[in-house]
């Protein structure tokens, strides 16, 4: 622990056992105190520093996998140094730097990763950094800014849960209105339902409609082809502002409250999706996850409750976020939740809505059915009316 030549010298005899490729290093001996030392490896680096005072030692090993997985190598230096401490108590992490890798935060302290067989298509649009990956786990993945949007495995949840809960609760919905969604999954959901006669689709950058057209047909299944869809590549915010035409469906497929997507959760463009609803119209949307972004659900929540009559939070689990996610269900007069799990079943049937994975009468009741968590959050979000005792009213008439 005080010795820097010795710790250099086991860390050189570790590294070049174990194959990595030792170009430089720099020990230096703290007078009455412990040793740092740095080994550069062509790999990476080695990294340690010794605390006798406190009888602890930190060790970083670092490897890059990028022509070879050198990761077996690197444990084996770490075996090395713990057989010459032999700690009684230790913490190990380790991280994977593979490529094939890909990771995503859903908070500052929590994320979680998938593994990519390979990279098809990486490129930057003049609105985001766009990724395509084939994957074991889900088959076809994109990714928009790093963040994880939709799969070909996995896409039903969301899509039909954006979708069907307000569709189903229409007696004959006929117009639709999708803001981004460029992939076509919901608009695909949406014309399922015979009585709708257009979907009208608004995704603000061309290049995802394009390579969902060419790598997402699982998910979209030609609906681009379909007469009853009209695409526009425009600016959804600008779109709504200036529109006159009324939906009985809007459904909000949009990325995380970010950056530019910030404006499309704020109450003006909520202002903006109310008028534009026809009398019994449902706007739906995703608000986050509740157990990674609990004060973002409570802030979106709390703007579309003050914002229409009836706005119903709704819970599922995507797989492909890895964790509970919520939707609303916001209209003036239109319950989803009225609708018996029986008549939803009935008029599914009736209008010949084939190919659902994931939605049917029992699952919109249970969407409805929040944890007490998530009640807390929604309910909480809604400031409550404050009680003011009455005051006493007292006649005064003439003796």
């Known amino acids: 622990m005080t010795d820097a030549a010795a710790l250099r010298q086991f860390c050189h005899d570790s590294i070049n056992r174990a194959g990595l490729t030792i170009l430089g290093d720099l020990f230096h001996e703290f007078d009455g105190g412990g040793v740092t030392g740095t080994v550069v490896l062509a790999e990476s680096h080695l990294a340690i520093h010794t605390w006798p005072e406190l009888q602890s030692v930190t060790l970083d ?9 050198n990761g077996a190598k690197a444990r084996q230096v770490v075996t090395d140094l713990m057989d010459l401490y032999r700690p009684e108590e230790h913490v190990q992490h380790d991280v994977p730097r593979d490529k094939r890798f890909m990771y995503e935060w859903l908070n500052g302290d929590y994320g979680f990763f998938l593994r990519s067989s390979k990279l098809i298509e990486a490129s930057k649009t003049r609105f985001q950094d766009l990724e395509i990956h084939e994957t074991p786990q889900f088959g076809k993945l994109f990714r928009l800014d790093g963040c994880f949007m939709t799969s070909e495995r996995e896409e039903f949840v969301y899509h039909e849960t954006l979708i069907h809960p307000a569709l189903a609760a229409l007696s004959a919905p006929k117009r639709v209105l999708v803001i981004g969604g460029g992939d076509g999954g919901a608009a695909e959901e949406a014309l399922k339902h015979p009585s709708v006669d257009q979907v009208i689709l608004v995704e603000l950058d061309e290049k995802v409609v394009e390579i969902s057209k060419e790598h997402f047909g699982a998910i979209h299944r ?5 007469p009853k869809l009209k695409l526009l590549i425009d600016d959804g915010l600008k779109y709504l502002s200036e529109t006159k035409e009324k939906f009985d469906h809007i459904a909000l497929d949009l990325p995380d409250p970010i950056g530019p997507a910030t404006a499309l959760y704020e109450e003006a463009f909520f202002r903006d999706c109310k008028r534009a609803l ?12 509740p157990w990674s972004r ?10 579309l409750a003050k914002m229409f009559k009836i706005a119903r939070p709704y819970t599922m689990f995507i797989p492909l976020y890895g964790c509970l996610w919520s939707m609303c269900a916001c209209s003036d007069s239109t319950d989803v939740v009225s609708v018996s799990a029986t008549e939803i079943d009935a008029r599914v049937s009736a209008r010949g809505v084939t190919h659902l994975q994931y939605y049917n009468g029992a699952t919109h009741q249970a969407l409805f059915a929040l944890p007490n968590f998530v009640r807390e959050l929604t309910v909480d979000a809604v400031p409550k009316p404050r009680l003011v005792a009455a005051k006493k009213r007292v006649a005064v008439g003439a003796k």
């Open 222 to 226: 030609g609906v681009f082809a379909n």
């Open 294 to 303: 609990p004060d973002r659900v409570r802030m979106l929540y709390g703007r």
């Open 278 to 289: 026809a009398p019994g119209g449902v706007l739906t949307l995703h608000m986050g996850s």
């Open 61 to 69: 090993v670092y490897v890059c996998n990028y022509t070879q997985d």
